[in-house]
């Protein structure tokens, strides 16, 4: 296979840094069509954890997630049961009513970013690697993966590629690029760590926003490997 390009961005080519929400549209299409499941929820949660807040290619999706009816959006919201996704939105969206734009940013900021230690860092080898580092043993299996199937990797290579929200943009890439190979890279990769990081997420934090975005994405990838009937072999947790 000819090694497929990444952009700049950290989204992979043909991957757009977040679908148009719609209304419930974009949901509605990808739950009557499991193919595009993977596509809609990467895209549209990959960047909400891949960039900060104040960046525009996060708040143009927060503003939509704003903006739904909560209860259609819940209704065609793939992969989670209506009301799981109905409590998990409007958490969403009372946190972006009631919390400032600093108090987002800053929150972001202490969880995933720093300069003090990270409430919960975004990258997998923080929790599977047993020195709690970034580019370690599971971030370098996850470049031979992409490696030998000829994916690029992200970027100009400075963020590992286990971080959160690439790794949920690399999910929708391969979603409409590379289906075959989904099963095998949310088994073996993302489904892995993802829902213990999530899980922390949600343990360290306070806002209704982020909270509430951890765990509509644990709920959505729960439900995905759910649906795909995956069986998953969890590594052990240093943190």
Do not use: N
């Not at 391969?174 to 213990?196: R, V």
């Amino acid at each position: 296979m000819a090694e497929e390009t990444i952009s700049e961005q950290g989204a992979p080519a043909g991957v757009s840094a977040g679908v148009g929400l719609d209304g419930a549209g974009a949901a509605t299409e990808a739950s009557s069509d499991g193919a595009r499941a993977a596509a809609f929820l990467g895209e549209t949660l990959g960047p909400l954890f891949l960039y900060e807040p104040v960046d525009g290619r996060a708040r143009a999706l927060m503003a939509e997630l704003a903006s739904l009816d909560v209860a259609e959006a819940a209704a065609a919201w793939p992969c989670v049961d209506a009301p799981v996704a109905a409590e998990a939105l409007e958490r969403i969206q009372r946190g972006l009513r009631d919390e400032s734009a600093d108090d987002v940013l800053w929150e972001y900021r202490r969880l995933f970013v720093g300069p003090a230690r990270k409430a919960a860092p975004p990258w997998g080898s923080v929790y599977t690697d047993r020195e709690c580092v970034i580019f370690g043993e599971s971030t370098l299996a996850l470049r031979q993966w992409m490696r030998e199937r000829g994916i690029a990797r992200p970027g100009d290579g400075s963020e590992p590629e286990d971080h959160i929200g690439l790794m949920l943009l690399l999910m929708a890439w391969i979603d409409c690029h590379a289906p075959e190979l989904l099963d095998e890279y949310l088994a073996e990769h993302l489904l892995t760590w993802a829902p213990h990081f999530l899980e922390e997420v949600e343990e360290a934090t306070e806002s209704g926003y982020l909270g509430g975005l951890a765990f509509l994405t644990r709920q959505s990838l729960a439900g995905m490997q759910r649906e795909r009937g995956l069986s998953v072999e969890l590594p052990r947790f240093y943190r």
